[in-house]
């Protein structure tokens, strides 16, 4: 049976801007420490979402793990080397 087609979208998709160029194993390794702190984080959000990457960033600095405090000032480095990115309405 064939599937019906996919209805045609003519909304622009939202701006993708890549907000960090932080190791990809740097990244695995804050999600992993925030995960025994109890919070669930998005990688592929962290690289594109600056706000949700800042706040988690906030949160890891005022955890009571030495190693993910120290990660969290690592990253926020990273964020830092990358400029926010600038939109213009055409």
């Given amino acids: 049976m064939k ?26 390794r804050f999600k992993r420490l925030m995960a025994e702190d109890g919070w669930s984080v998005d990688l592929g959000r962290m690289c594109l979402d600056r706000r949700y990457a800042h706040d988690l960033l906030v949160m890891a600095h005022q955890s009571a793990s030495d190693a993910l405090r120290e990660l969290a000032v690592t990253l926020f480095a ?13």
């Fill in 78 to 90: 990273d964020y830092e080397t990358v400029p926010p990115p600038r939109f213009t309405l055409q």
């Fill in 3 to 28: 599937r019906p087609p996919m209805p045609v979208r003519f909304e622009p998709a939202p701006p993708c801007v890549v907000v960090a160029t932080a190791p990809l194993v740097r990244l695995a």
